[in-house]
């Protein structure tokens, strides 16, 4: 049996951007009608949208809120909710058993996270902050890089960003699989997004390189007409095009 | 313990050979017992410019392959007290040279000597390998001009990673920045590259600038090492870098462009011969 299994499925992390909505009131009968109002006003803005429910600033006990009937309603205005951020973990065992899991912001701990000004007596432990760095935006740690990149050398930071303190001088080559930043000058050849990833960018202080790619889109130096050489730099793609842009 | 320095650039031409005989005499001058070694096997110039090319017999293949010995290969300078050299041998190629045998040899002169200057060939090949695998420093020899800072660049690159020093994961070999043949005219025209310009992009601690001169050159065809042109600048030059390199806290001279171009010419001389 060594015929190999065709690919399936591919677990990948991935951010997105979600709307929030912040329960004030507990009552469904209250909240329903006033966000009908609301996206009657502006049809189709958020047709089977997919959002959170935060219940950070909601003053309620977790027995006084009907998710089962908030749910229902939401669903019957063709709004979607997948989840809930913040609250208390009591409010969130509540949540979850009608089928909304809680969720936690990218950037860890923020003010939604954190129990409700008066927690309930029998509140279990709050789940502990989420342990080491975490990258806003792209959950890759970073490789860092504190001597000169020379020529003939190659640094290949994988599944991470990369950062150079110093340095990258002509006929040296950086990559990174996330992006690239580099506090000195960038001489060499900047390679990000190297698996595909079309949202890396490359920074550099002083940006005069002899070839940038992210995600296998390509110039070389002789293409770089518009970018400003020698200055501050930020580096991005947009569409299939390569897009420079000062920093700062 | 001996200190080995290798002398190396990756671009030939820029000056290592004039480097090692100049700073081998000048460490000798200091006191400083030292042994300079020719790794540029099949080529041989170091003896030439030392003026000792009629006294070689054996040279440093000869000694690796066990057909001599280390003391019979070492010719004591008649100038400088404390200096010798282990020539390179012109009838060889580099595959002479091993590791192993380079290894004995550096130990045994280790137990002599203050200093081990290892004289490099031009590339990154065996030869060049050889000479900085050992090395505990480096003067990296740069003309100001693009390609040979590329090179120079190139081989700090090999020697923080192929060194033994790097090898062994011990602190890291110590760069020193020779900048050679400069001519502060030519810098201000725009002909060459500026000083600064070459310590941005190379970023080691800057032992010294020689500046182009007629002396060197009448100092190979003489055989004498131009340090020893006390009247030189070029001479000058090197004796305040090794005065650096021993830990002298010395000003660095003749960068600035000549004002008067006679006075200019009589003491840089251009490029004629």
Redesign the interface.
Known sequence: MSQTLPETFRLRAGNFNLLVLRLLDPRPEAVLPALGDQFRRAPGFLRFAPIVIGLGDLEAAPEEVDFRALIEGLHALEIVPIGTSGGSAAMRKEALAAGLPPLRAVGGKDAEELPAAAPPPAAEPTEPAPAGPDFQGSGRSAMVVT??V????RIYAQGADLIVT??V????EVIADGNIHVYG?L?GRAVAGAQDDTEARIFALHFDPELIAIAGFYAVREQLGDAPIGRPTQVRLDGEELRFAPLG | MAQVIVVTSGKGGVGKTTTSAAFATGLAQRGKKTVVIDFDVGLRNLDLIMGVERRVVFDIVNVIQGEARLNQALIRDKRTEGLAILPASQTRDKDALTREGVAGIIEELSADFDYILCDSPAG?EKGALLALYFADQAIVVTNPEVSSV??S??I???L??KSRRAEEKREKVKEHLLVTRYDPNRVERGEMLKLEDVR??L?IPLLGVVPENESVLRASNTGTPVIMDTESVAGQAYKDAVGRFLGEELPHRFLEPDKKPGLFKRLFGGRAA
């Open positions: 001597e000169p020379r020529s003939g050398q110093g340095t001088n002509p006929g040296a000058a001489r | 990154i590329r090179d660049d190139r700090l690159g090999v923080q990673s941005e992009i970023a």
